[in-house]
């Protein structure tokens, strides 16, 4: 039977045909193997970290097996407080228990009988029963999503367990500078930390080049280097790229820069940052008055905030912007010399007050210590193909 683009390349599923397996960055061993030899100590908490969209998740999957994988969010905790009930809830283990009573009440005319239930709580030596017996391993995805708070408790629940052979897998973003996990001097030395790097350009290329022999299609190697340059360390970035290239409405027979570019832009039609945009131009109230505007070089105009999302959509992506090389960017970008630093910098903290006040999809960077973090390389995917990119002028 012939193969057809959606069976080979897998952006929201695990790449059977398409996996890669890396090495660990300054040494001999995979990601695989480092992952396989942190589960098997004793009283240890795998803590992975790495930026968005870079295959944590499906290293586990790939170690562990989903079959094994008991898989929740941080999102999970932001509502549901109790760490032991939300995983309880999981795996349908029932969070309350019932004892029933009958008394009797009799007069000379009737007989009553009254049943009263009393319910109590389950501890959380059944949920690490269950896990124990079936030989399952929390994956805790997205950690830094959990309320601050929450973040603290589970660290600590999952200090007090994992002595008792309770395995657990951490994975959360680097930069974070509320690190519940390596900030806990109770967890000090009982923690397996592996960070995930960013995917080299030429380990992209081999999930195309994997895929495209799969699919017996011959790319010329300049046109998967492009797509391995616009999928931003990201493999699953470069899946949707890949997977989008055989759904575009016309029948494609030689894959060219051009429809590379196409597919970048068919990618974004289902990414849901539109209203990020929206905001993060928009900027904090100005109360009335209007800001500045600026000439770029292509000819348009922005004020500051436009400015910022224009400098970070360029060439080349980079999901790192030290503040000097934002205000190079700048300098390159305009025809006006007078754009202050601290101007800058004020309005990189306005960005992060704002966002710390919306939900999860909203933290898509972070502003710390003069460099300027994207947390979410398809927020900078977006904003570089979206439907957006007029506001930005041509690149």
């Known amino acids: 039977m012939e ?104 007069s000379n005319s009737e007989q009553r009988s009254t049943i009263i239930t009393k319910n109590y709580f389950t501890t959380k030596d059944r949920v690490i029963q269950y896990f124990n017996e079936y030989k399952k391993i929390l994956v805790l995805d997205d950690f830094h999503y959990a309320p601050s708070e929450t973040q603290y408790d589970i660290a600590c629940q999952l200090k007090e367990v994992i002595r008792l052979g309770f395995k657990a897998v951490v994975i959360s973003l680097p930069y974070r500078s509320d690190d519940a996990i390596r900030l806990n001097p109770d967890l000090t030395g009982r923690i397996s930390i592996i960070e995930i790097e960013p995917w080299k350009k030429e380990e992209l290329v081999r999930i195309a080049n994997k895929g495209f022999s799969e699919l017996n299609m011959a790319v010329e190697k300049n046109v998967i280097t492009k797509m391995a340059e616009e999928s931003i360390h990201s493999p699953q970035l470069m899946q949707s790229i890949c997977l989008n290239i055989g759904l575009l409405p016309e029948k494609i027979e030689d894959i060219t820069e051009v429809t ?7 990618t974004c039609m289902n990414l849901p940052y539109r209203d ?102 398809m927020f900078l995917f977006y904003i570089r193909w979206g439907l957006e990119r007029r506001d930005y002028g041509n690149r």
């Not at 590379?260 to 068919?266: K, L, Q, T």
């Not at 007050?353 to 979410?376: A, T």
Request: net charge positive.
């Open 276 to 377: 990020v945009v929206r905001i993060l131009k928009a900027g904090p109230s100005t109360r009335g008055q209007q800001r500045l505007k600026y000439v770029l070089k292509d000819g348009s105009q922005q004020d500051i905030y436009g400015l910022i999302l224009k400098i970070l959509a360029d060439n080349p992506p980079l999901v790192e912007l030290r503040i000097d090389e934002l205000m190079e960017r700048i300098k390159n970008n305009t025809n006006d010399n007078m754009i202050k630093q601290k101007k800058v910098k004020d309005s990189l903290k306005n960005w992060q007050r704002m966002l710390e006040q919306q939900g999860s999809l909203y933290q898509v960077l972070e502003w710390k210590d003069d460099v300027i973090y994207i947390l979410d390389n």
């Open 3 to 106: 193969k057809s683009f959606s069976d080979i390349f897998k952006p929201g599923a695990y790449p059977q045909k398409t996996y890669v397996s890396r090495h660990s960055n300054g040494t001999r061993y995979t990601y695989e193997e480092r992952l396989k030899q942190s589960l098997s100590i004793e009283g240890y908490l795998t803590y992975i970290v790495g930026p968005s969209k870079i295959g944590k998740t499906v290293l586990c999957e790939n170690v562990i097996g989903r079959e094994n994988m008991v898989s929740m969010s941080g999102n999970d905790f932001s509502k549901e407080h109790d760490f032991w009930s939300g995983i309880g809830k999981k795996i349908g283990i029932a969070i309350t228990a019932g004892v029933s009573q009958e008394t009797s009440a009799i």
């Open 260 to 266: 590379i570019e196409e597919s970048c832009r068919f």
